[in-house]
């Protein structure tokens, strides 16, 4: 099995220019990105709230989530965070999708991820 790092800017959505550049092992599996705690720290992004999390052997905690603004390869996106462990660094599957991109399961590789947007029309009367 081949793992997937790739190397992600994180900023604080407030104060931009407070960023650091991170490796991050690609987890398709995992909903939200994990960093560790003192590292949100050092950016100064904060928890805005706290969430329960299921690990593979079901066990279950809670940890504080923020948000960050996401940059890779020119594209800046914002998804959640959540306070991690130190040395954890997990980039989950919103971030990837908010970046526009997915993890091609066969090759390991990331790829663009198709956008598709529904056209609604509405009838009024």
């Known amino acids: 099995m081949v793992i997937t790092f790739i190397k992600v800017k994180v900023a604080n959505m407030a104060s931009p220019k407070r960023s650091r550049q991170y490796e991050f092992l690609v987890d398709s599996g995992a909903v939200y990105t994990v960093i560790p705690e003192n590292e949100l720290k050092k950016l100064g992004i904060k928890p805005t709230s706290e969430e329960e999390f299921t690990l593979a052997n079901g066990e279950t905690f809670k940890k504080s989530v923020g948000n960050a603004l996401f940059e890779f390869e020119g594209k800046v996106r914002a998804a959640p965070v959540v306070f991690g462990e130190r ?6 599957a919103t971030t990837l999708e908010a970046l526009g991109l997915i993890l091609d399961p066969i090759r390991r590789q990331l790829k663009p991820l198709p956008m598709v947007l529904m056209r609604c029309i509405h009838k009024i009367g």
Not at 87 to 92: D, F
């Open 87 to 92: 040395g954890i660094y997990l980039l989950g």
